[in-house]
């Protein structure tokens, strides 16, 4: 079926120091969208893409779709213990009835 | 505003029992999730509504999961009978899309962590 994978599954960073995420897919996408689980809450939406190409900012969040709309990335400059969490992408395949299949997270940890 | 509302927030139940869980989408959302969350499996899709009609349920597990909307402000997630395995945290989350175009942001509520000893 369909599938998005992401990595890593785990990252611990120092806090200062940059982090990134990554998203594929093995069928091309219609939009890409990004959401945030803090521990013990719930998913929290970020941003979505829908371009080709499309890069997203977001204070020190940079968020890409790539040009064949099959992977992305999300990559925060200079860390900080408020950015704990899971980070979630999730695809809209094409063709699909509207329906969003989640990647399995990457959960990061922030050193002080 | 309120955002999505689930209950209860808690459950803790034997194998054999009946669970109910409960989910009320922000007024004005057409499409409304259910998802499943687990350590091992991570985000899982249970089944999808749009306009209170299932579009996709291939997610449910087996026939002990059965879920209804009877209308646009109320959804229940029913597990009968329950099993140990279905322990996890039940997400409900509700957005306002349209079949086939370009997804918009779901909003999730605080979810329900279920416990089935």
């Known amino acids: 079926g369909q599938q998005v994978m992401q990595i890593p599954q785990y990252q611990h960073v120092q806090e200062g120091e940059d982090f990134t995420t990554y998203c594929n897919s093995s069928?091309?996408?219609?939009?890409i969208q990004w959401y945030k689980q803090r521990p013990g809450g719930h998913p929290v939406f970020l941003i979505q893409?829908?371009?080709?190409?499309e890069v997203k900012k977001q204070k020190r969040l940079t968020f890409q779709f790539g040009e064949a709309k099959k992977n992305s990335s999300l990559h925060i400059t200079a860390t900080q213990t408020t950015d704990v969490g899971t980070y979630f992408c999730?695809?809209?395949?094409?063709?699909?009835?509207?329906?969003?299949?989640f990647g399995k997270g990457t959960k990061l940890s922030v050193k002080p | 505003d309120a955002g999505v509302i689930q209950s209860p927030r808690h459950e803790v139940t034997e194998m054999g029992q009946e669970v109910t869980l409960r989910c009320k989408p922000i007024?004005?959302?057409?499409?409304l999730f259910w998802y499943r969350q687990t350590m091992m499996r991570g985000l899982e899709l249970l089944i999808y509504?749009?306009?209170?009609?299932?579009?996709?349920d291939s997610g449910m597990p087996e026939d002990r999961f059965s879920a209804k909307m009877p209308n646009a402000s109320f959804s229940t997630l029913k597990i009968q009978p329950s099993e140990p395995r279905d322990s996890a945290v039940y997400f409900c989350?509700?957005?306002?899309?349209?079949?086939?175009?370009?997804?918009?942001?779901?909003?999730f509520g605080p979810g329900t962590r279920l416990t089935v000893t």
């Open positions: 893409l829908v371009k080709s190409g």
């Open positions: 509504f749009n306009n209170n009609v299932p579009i996709d």
């Open positions: 999730a695809g809209l395949h094409r063709g699909s009835q509207g329906n969003l299949i």
């Open positions: 007024s004005g959302h057409n499409s």
């Open positions: 069928t091309t996408l219609s939009n």
């Open positions: 989350a509700s957005s306002f899309s349209t079949l086939g175009t370009s997804g918009y942001e779901q909003y």
